[in-house]
């Protein structure tokens, strides 16, 4: 069904049927912890909440069906969700190489509590061929994690080539595909093993859950994920599964309008005298626009880019906003502007944020889904008062 029918209208339909004893079209929220057995062994399908739920049992076959896969694994946080895929396929003396731009809560998991457990991490520029294929060759590796667009600089890793590079090493590939969900981007397709998400991003999209998915076609993966989950009590509220189903049905066209607002605000951006640097795929200007023509099928809602006037004038323009919200998050319906190095990206150590080119100037910005008209006139307002600007001038 999932190759067959287009993902507008998965995102309506898929895994949920009328209610069979009310005829009620949504799936409901079975608000239930306890299911009654009808003899010793004889269930319906579920015992307990924590290890199953009618409710997202929906919401994860909704979610396999628009990444092409027949399985997926809900869990309370998109972290919860990381944390599960290490627990279940890693062991102390694994070895894993991950991107060196990810999002700052995984490299704190991966760094400061699995390091301590002997999983070795080797995080790396997977945008860089030579760099990523060293790094396999240095000894083996069980899974490689990358992110693309990465979180908050954008680089892109071919996704294609990551998971030739990683079979090659006997290694999985996972792609945390948060930043462009199956709208825009189908990394199983491509190559990749498994599919993560952080669901409280842009596949709920309204700011209103926290929520995260393991995604992939192999069975066996499905139930490691499935018992890791029981195992560690990690599973998604039913009410927040209700909320995503709800959510997930505008998925398509949210991010094609997230998009199409983007490129608005990062073309006034790019032209603009008191702008220094804008980094978003989906611009010509872009240094790996070519890849991002081959497997995206936009630029996506992601801006970064950097003020004229240092990290100073950076802060001053995040604090003179008044439509953009100044805050952590990303990937809902409101705008969002965010300062990684001392909001999200904070616990990631100074050396890999150099690196990773997360500089402490750099502004992370989640084009939502206001009219762009208003948010580039948010943005030249905040522009025009930028005090150490107008210090400089
Ligand atoms: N992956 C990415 C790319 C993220 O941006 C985030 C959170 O910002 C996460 C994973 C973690 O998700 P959550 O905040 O739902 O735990």
New binding site residues.
Partial sequence: MANQINLETLALHAGSAPDPTTGALLTPIYQTTTYVQEAVGVDKGYTYSRAGNPTVTALELRLAALEGADFATCFS????A?TALFLGLLKGGDRVVVSEAV?G??VRLLREVLAPFGVAVDFVDTSDEKAFADSLNRGPAKLVFI?SPA?PTLKLTDIALAAQLSHAADALLVV?N??LTPALQRPLDLGADIVLH?T??FIEGHNAT???VLITRDSALNDRFDYIRKATGAIQSPFDAWLTLQGVKTLPLRMRQHSENALRVAQFLSAHPKIERVIYPGLESFPQYQLTQKQQSTGGALIAFEVAGGTQAGIDLMNSVKLCALAEN?GAAETIITHPASM?HSSVPIEQRVSAGITDGLVRLSVGLENPDDLIADLEQALGSNAALAQQA
């Fill in positions: 946080t998109g972290l919860a990381t999002y809560g995984t992110e979180n945390d948060t930043l952080s409280t991003k926290t929520g995260g990303l999200t």
